[in-house]
């Protein structure tokens, strides 16, 4: 029951923080704070139970829940990919925290830098893929743009981190 707490209460963070989004004029990619609550979520829970909460936010989402950014839900929409990146990325974080990768600030930036270097490895091809961008565009348009709000929300979890563990270990 407790696991199942956890996930169910990391997919609806997610969910919730996705909402926390800003349309951008230039590009087809929204400035949302999904990626935030994701690297959060993946530290936090670990590598199974981060995994299964953004699988089920994903999943839920596809199925028409309207919780993606900016109220979206089901696929092939230009940030898709960076949804599935989400999916990768919570794993990685996740799997690391609990090798002990989390264990200082400094080592708690550097696995969620990872586990963002991973939601572009997925989304900015996706991107590109999917509105016909060549690569340098789709890394111009859902890349760089992004650089410093991702520092700054890799930043934030990386500093709320040791209370989202606090709060894990309260959830029975």
Same mark, same amino acid.
């Given at each position: 029951?407790?696991?199942?707490?956890?996930?169910?209460?990391?997919?609806?963070?997610?969910?919730?923080?996705?909402?926390?989004?800003?349309?951008?004029?230039? &590009?087809?990619?929204?400035?949302?704070?999904?990626?935030?609550?994701?690297?959060?979520?993946?530290?936090?829970?670990?590598?199974?139970?981060?995994?299964?909460?953004?699988?089920?936010?994903?999943?839920?989402?596809?199925?028409?829940?309207?919780?993606?950014?900016?109220?979206?839900?089901?696929?092939?929409?230009?940030?898709?990919?960076?949804?599935?990146?989400?999916?990768?990325?919570?794993?990685?974080?996740?799997?690391?925290?609990?090798?002990?990768?989390?264990?200082?600030?400094?080592?708690?930036?550097?696995?969620?830098?990872?586990?963002?270097?991973?939601?572009?490895?997925?989304?900015?091809?996706?991107?590109?893929?999917? &509105?016909?961008?060549?690569?340098?565009?789709?890394?111009?348009?859902?890349? &760089?743009?992004?650089?410093?709000?991702?520092?700054?929300?890799?930043?934030?979890?990386?500093?709320?981190?040791?209370?989202?563990?606090?709060?894990?270990?309260?959830?029975?």
């Amino acid at each position: 029951m407790r696991d199942a707490a956890l996930v169910l209460g990391g997919a609806g963070f997610i969910g919730l923080l996705a909402q926390w989004a800003i349309p951008l004029g230039f &590009t087809p990619i929204p400035l949302s704070l999904g990626t935030f609550a994701v690297l959060l979520t993946g530290a936090a829970l670990g590598a199974g139970r981060g995994l299964a909460s953004v699988g089920i936010y994903v999943l839920a989402g596809m199925a028409g829940m309207p919780w993606f950014a900016e109220h979206r839900s089901g696929w092939g929409f230009p940030s898709f990919g960076y949804l599935i990146g989400f999916i990768l990325a919570a794993t990685l974080v996740g799997a690391l925290a609990s090798r002990g990768g989390d264990r200082t600030v400094l080592k708690t930036i550097g696995l969620m830098v990872l586990g963002n270097l991973v939601i572009y490895a997925v989304g900015v091809p996706y991107l590109a893929a999917n &509105t016909g961008m060549d690569l340098s565009t789709a890394i111009e348009k859902g890349l &760089t743009p992004f650089l410093l709000g991702d520092g700054l929300k890799i930043a934030a979890a990386a500093g709320l981190l040791p209370g989202a563990w606090a709060l894990v270990r309260r959830v029975r």
